[in-house]
């Protein structure tokens, strides 16, 4: 970071007299203990542990000064009220000092995804830095705003909610040259109770967006009541919006598109029609930032993306794997099995496919796992298997699916069946543990 520990505490209003310890420039900021380098300034979070209780541990290993909510004696610290608002207030410090133009992404899927290609796409023509991982929440957006290299250009940002006015808090402390919405749909209708509320939700990436600064947004009317008057405003979907793809060919491990506003098809190497909304979301942010459409294309045709998302992976007897099993809703379900369904089987192999349940959809959650059989097509699947108490409903409706309530028996069942020449798609929300199934998948 290009901050040193006087200024640090001057932008968090630090209440001790921390002018008496000697002015040192700080390297990097870190809530992990385990982490801290030499230079560095720890933050003590509490949550499972009190990290107030490895402070000792980090300067050990070099930590500079720490934040702290009471003095402690033989090291620099900054005494603050709360060390959460004290590393929220740093980063919007931070990014006002260093004036990275800001990418903020939100959506109820592909915002993970948008966010990959979005970095990619103008990592090709700036200094770009983005939300790594899933570091998108009121710890971990801040976390990447003091994470990124000072001379960052561009900086993409992922944001995420699990209740009202999470993402309000998150743009206003961002304040984003361009917000961007991939989809609403159904994640943590649990703690929102309706689709109409998750709008509201996901627009408040609107909170800290000028008037003549950009929101991209899917023809979904559902936003519409939120939209602020006034607000510049660009629409994506089918061919009467602003940007839409005018054409789409879809392969097992790639697919290509053209646009309403490239001049030439883009080629991704992920499947997927989702994908494709998502690449062209990317591009067209990289058409508004002046990226050159060459490095457009090749930035896009290169990316790569974070693991659990849409990848294809080899089984260690060599059937092809889809894995998708980060999150899920009935949305995001229902487009990779209609894109799974889609593609050939491998001469001689069956394909196969491992669902679990998607978490968070509170009482309508039955309906939603049951409404999951519109889209299956028996005649393209040779198994389905179906695991957790939720995928019940749908097995009712596909009594030629087998159903598991026990992760042990699925994974045995699983493995017991799959053959080389075979295609597997796994779907569900990260809690389901499919990514453990995967990891046995695929070990040698």
Request: glycine letters at 6%; aromatic letters at 8%.
């Amino acid at each position: 970071m290009n901050l040193t520990l006087h200024e640090i505490g001057r932008a968090v209003g630090a209440i001790n007299d921390f002018e008496k310890f000697n002015d040192t420039k700080i390297n990097k900021l870190e809530f992990d203990s385990r982490k801290i380098e030499e230079g560095d300034i720890f933050l003590p979070l509490k949550g499972a542990r009190d990290g107030h209780d490895f402070i000792g541990t980090a300067f050990r290993k070099g930590a500079g000064v720490a934040f702290t909510e009471a003095p402690i004696k033989g090291w620099p610290f900054l005494q603050v009220a709360d060390c959460k608002v004290a590393l929220q207030s740093l980063a919007h410090y931070y990014l006002k000092k260093q004036k990275p133009d800001v990418i903020a992404i939100t959506g109820s899927n592909g915002k993970t995804t948008t966010k990959d290609m979005t970095a990619a796409v103008l990592s090709s023509h700036f200094k770009t830095y983005k939300t790594q991982g899933n570091y998108n929440n009121e710890i971990g957006l801040p976390y990447t705003i003091l994470s990124m290299p000072d001379d960052t250009e561009k900086l993409v940002l992922e944001m995420g909610m699990d209740r009202p006015g999470e993402i309000d808090f998150l743009s206003e402390l961002a304040e984003p040259k361009i917000a961007l919405i991939t989809l609403i749909g159904e994640s943590h209708l649990e703690f929102f109770g309706s689709r109409r509320e998750i709008a509201r939700g996901k627009m408040g990436i609107t909170k800290g967006l000028l008037r003549e600064n950009l929101l991209i947004a899917p023809a979904d009317p559902i936003i519409d009541e939120f939209i602020p008057e006034g607000q510049k405003l660009v629409r994506f979907g089918v061919s009467d919006e602003d940007i839409y793809i005018t054409k789409l060919i879809e392969h097992k491990d790639h697919l290509t598109f053209e646009t309403n506003f490239l001049d030439k098809a883009v080629t991704i190497p992920v499947p997927g029609k989702f994908n494709a909304t998502n690449a062209m979301l990317a591009a067209y942010v990289g058409r508004l930032e002046k990226v050159p459409e060459d490095k457009i294309h090749k930035a896009l045709s290169e990316v790569e993306l974070t693991r659990n998302r849409t990848e294809w992976l080899k089984s260690s007897i060599g059937a092809d794997i889809l894995s998708d099993v980060y999150n899920a809703n009935p949305t995001a379900m229902k487009l990779i099995l209609e894109t799974f369904q889609s593609f050939e089987a491998n001469s001689g192999g069956r394909k196969l496919v491992v669902l679990a349940d998607m978490l968070e959809l509170g009482e309508k959650s039955p309906e939603m796992h049951a409404s999951i059989a519109e889209v299956i097509q028996a005649d393209k699947l040779d198994q389905i298997f179906l695991y957790g108490p939720m995928m019940k409903y749908l097995a009712e409706r596909l009594p030629e699916a087998l159903y598991f309530t026990n992760f042990e028996e699925l994974s045995s069942a699983v493995q017991a069946n799959l053959k080389p020449k075979d295609q597997i798609l796994l779907k569900a929300s990260n809690g389901m543990g499919l990514s453990k199934l995967v990891e046995r998948l695929t070990e040698k």
